[in-house]
């Protein structure tokens, strides 16, 4: 019996593996491929863009240095900056292959952020990711089992239990993030909404004959979209066809050949394919992410087009999300409805990621309506105002969780606090527990925070930027749950804790993951 068993070892599932085994909580992961290894993802083709928010994560885990090794980025953030002035960043992203020019993005306006390591977006491969996350989570003891193939699930009101063949692995949850045709998706009868394909995606690594009749980087065309990558014959494309092609099948190459001709309008000629996949845009999400003791995270809860290189980003931030809160379960000290503000939060973020998709295959599409309206939307990216826009999708700053508070600082990402020590907020992260950081000159919250000891850590000292407030009390996640004025209340960081923590000590047991006393820093 393990507490939880997730099925897919995929950046979402090993990401939710190595939050709940920081958090002491038994893990196993099945997967049934039987190796780490794909050419596809570790490629060119399989480069994806963290977001500011993914990256961060990383950072308050302490993975941030071993994923930019393994992702070969060298001297991408160096030291901390001195000032407290928010950088420019050093690319934006694209929207539907319109790309978004850094310098216009207006970075004051960006909402409450404060410089530090994990700023700005890291382009990676998906090879990389998974790497970094399987050694961490080697190291917090989870229990990785590839080659095993999910056939079951059956749950009662104690237990769930996955089958793979003769095997049978119980656990109190069962976590599916086994991508965007899951098995426990159907298994469970999630049910899956949403919209059908509009094209049909191809990647592939080729020996082009006459490459020089693609121009590299991301082009529209009347008739879809092509990307040369800077490797030799790396290539991109997108042909709307309906998603007419039988993806049950790999592409040959006539047939890859002639999508490429026809959107790129040349007669580029393709002669070895060495490696090809397809994709499509149907855009489709569960309804709900939870069917009893069964929770979906990632491409299993919800799928898109690939534009943007948003599945990975938003599926980490269910990882995050998720995590505490599925271990303060297993461990008994949830507060009522905790697990349920895991959907509360993340679907509305999951169906808004899926229009965003929507919005930019609407005016790829080969027809005149959307070639005006591309016209209109590449005109306003270049404003000032509409590269912030863009920039703050991409990044994940945009994303605010309604947590009933009016303060501007409450439901977002904290910012990375740095005390007049050199003690950031992320320093303070890396064990999995909640954060009271107190600015206040008398440490008004030390007494009230010793109840939640082993859940919540608590530092006090002057911050060289504390965005006007005098307390903020942070989340695993990295959510700013409640934010006091120069004289926090006492109450009210009281009532914060025990809505995302739990009943202090001196009102019941803690069932704390993290025994040891969380010290002060001065």
């Known amino acids: 019996m393990h507490d939880v068993v997730i099925v897919g070892a995929g950046p979402v599932g090993l990401a939710l593996a190595c939050e709940l085994g920081l958090a002491g909580c038994s893990v196993l992961v099945l997967e049934r491929e039987p190796g780490l290894g794909s050419p596809l993802r570790a490629a060119p083709l399989g480069r994806r863009g963290l977001s500011a928010a993914s990256v961060e994560a990383f ?24 000032t407290d002035a928010p950088s420019r960043p050093r690319f934006g992203g694209h929207f539907a292959g319109m790309m978004l020019d850094g310098d216009r ?88 909404v949403g919209t059908g394909p509009q094209f049909t995606g191809y990647t592939m690594q080729a020996t082009l004959a006459d490459p020089e009749q693609l121009r590299p980087g991301f082009h529209l065309t009347p008739t879809g979209m092509y990307i040369r990558m800077p490797a030799g014959g790396h290539i991109a494309m997108m042909d709307f066809d309906g998603g007419a092609f039988d993806r049950s099948k790999p592409p040959t190459r006539d047939h890859l050949q002639a999508v490429l001709r026809r959107v790129s309008g040349t007669d580029v000629a393709i002669g070895e394919v060495h490696i090809a996949s397809s994709f499509t845009d149907r855009a489709m999400q569960t309804t709900a992410y939870r069917q009893g003791r069964v929770l979906l995270a990632g491409d299993a809860a919800h799928i898109h087009s690939p534009l943007g290189g948003q599945g990975l980003n938003t599926g980490i931030g269910d990882a995050v999300n998720l995590g505490w809160k599925l271990a303060a379960t297993v461990h008994g000290y949830a507060p009522d409805r905790l697990l349920d503000t895991y959907a509360d939060e993340r679907h509305p973020i999951g169906a808004a990621v899926l229009d965003w998709s929507r919005a930019q295959v609407a005016i790829m599409r080969p027809d005149p309506y959307a070639q005006a309206i591309q016209a209109v939307v ?23 969780y309604d947590l009933g508070s009016e303060h501007p600082l409450v439901g977002r990402s904290a910012p990375d606090f740095r005390l007049e020590d050199g003690t950031r907020l992320g320093d303070l992260m890396a064990d999995g527990r909640g954060v009271v950081l107190d600015f206040s000159t008398d440490r008004r919250l030390h007494a009230s925070a010793t109840g939640w000891e082993g859940r919540i850590r608590y530092a006090a000292g002057t911050a060289r930027n504390d965005l ?23 109450e009210a960081f009281e009532q914060a804790a025990s809505r995302w923590f739990g009943a202090p000590a001196a009102a019941g047991p803690t069932g704390s993951a993290h025994p040891e006393p969380a010290p002060a820093t001065a």
């Open 59 to 82: 950072y308050r885990r302490g993975m941030l240095e071993p994923l930019l090794t393994a992702s070969g980025v060298q001297d991408a953030f160096g030291a901390a900056p001195e």
């Open 105 to 192: 993005v207006d970075v004051a306006a960006l909402p409450f952020r404060l410089p530090g390591p994990a700023l700005e977006a890291v382009v990676t491969d998906l090879e990389a990711v998974e790497t970094v996350l399987s050694e961490q989570a080697s190291k917090l003891g989870v229990d990785i089992r590839r080659g095993v193939t999910v056939s079951a699930v059956s749950q009662n009101g104690e237990s769930v239990v996955a089958r793979a063949g003769a095997d049978a692995y119980e656990a109190h949850w069962l976590v599916g993030c086994d991508g965007g045709r899951s098995t426990v998706r159907r298994l469970a009868g999630f049910e899956f």
């Open 378 to 400: 590449r005109d306003l990216i270049g404003t000032r105002d509409g590269a912030t826009h863009v920039f703050e999708r991409l990044s994940g700053s945009w994303i605010r």
């Open 468 to 490: 006007g407030s005098g307390a903020v009390l942070v989340r695993p996640d990295g959510v700013v749950a409640w934010a006091g004025d120069r004289h926090p209340d006492r």
